[in-house]
């Protein structure tokens, strides 16, 4: 595992050093605008890149790994195909709905060509039987793998959040002892992204969301079936995300918008308004990690997500009612 670290390392200082020359070749850049973009120079959307290259060492020094043994290479190829996707979305901003439809199109492939991944049953941790989903469960994981492919995208509005609580869950994994190497690889890139995105220097782009979500979907998708993870422990992980997927959505559908409009109006950014970068980071993380860490020790995962949920939406109303008291 050590030469893996070192080459991890070594190859990540290299991108580091070149990413200016890196950025211009491919010249891909998020540009600013006069409307919701908060940045005033044009910011590279390279992020993917570093978790692709480092996914792609994670398999050229697979013989060098101790515990994923059984390499699935299937990971990596689905990995691929999100991952140009998202670029091609960053270049050319595909149409929502076209999107969605590719999106359902690349869930139904993954999951048909592995089985492994399907939801067939969901284990509660406050039941003591296991809740099968019988015939609905290829539908029920399309649907949670779109979802958090969606809510994860949505998620990554300002800088740092979406890398540190990605690195959050990898740490989870990692905890667990599931999917040791390949956590530890990735919060290797997430750590050397973090200082180009705090620097202004790189987003994450739609490569790199999509990507670090199909990789989360996929290792909790894989531990379904071995039962490592409680569905409501999965639940109160996501619950940030997914809440201000869910109530962006229905927000505007009813203001007579396109459910993907793409707005200012996300937990984070009331956030960010209010109290600023470096705290609007560590309150949502704070909320995720702190409830998890409790319902981890008291094994009261549906209480915390309750708790959650009063937390997220009393913050919602303090902050639009005195967003402006600064």
Known sequence: MLIVILSVILIN?????????????????????????????????????????????????SPFLINDMEIDYSLWVFSFFIFILGLLDDKYKINSNLKFFLFIIFSYLLLKIDNNLIISQLNFSFLENNISLGKFSLFFS???????????????????????????????????????????????????????????????????????????????????????????????????????????????????????????????HHLLKKFGLIKANLIVFLLISIPYTLASITNQFLLLIIIVLSIYFFMLWFLKKNIYEI
């Open 13 to 61: 200082l290299i991108i580091i050093k070149y990413f200016n020359q890196i950025t211009k070749y491919i010249n891909l850049f998020d540009h600013p605008d006069d409307n919701r973009k908060i940045h005033t120079k044009k910011i590279a959307l390279l992020g993917g890149s570093i978790v692709f290259v480092n996914l792609s060492l994670y398999y050229l020094l």
């Open 142 to 268: 399309i649907l949670a793998l779109i979802i958090f492919l969606n809510a994860f995208n949505m998620f990554d509005g300002i800088n740092l959040q979406s890398s540190i609580y990605a690195i959050f869950i990898f740490s989870v994994f990692i905890l667990n002892n599931f999917y040791i190497e390949l956590s530890t690889i990735i919060i290797f890139s997430l750590s050397f992204f973090i200082y180009l995105n705090y620097k202004n220097i790189s987003f994450l782009g739609d490569n790199g969301s999509l990507l670090i979500a199909f990789l989360i979907s996929y290792i909790f998708f894989q531990s379904s079936s071995k039962e490592i993870f409680y569905a409501d422990e999965i639940l109160l992980i996501m619950l940030i995300p997914g809440l201000d997927l869910i109530r962006l959505f229905f927000t505007r559908l009813m203001q007579a918008k396109s459910p993907f409009t793409p707005d200012d109006n996300h937990f984070h």
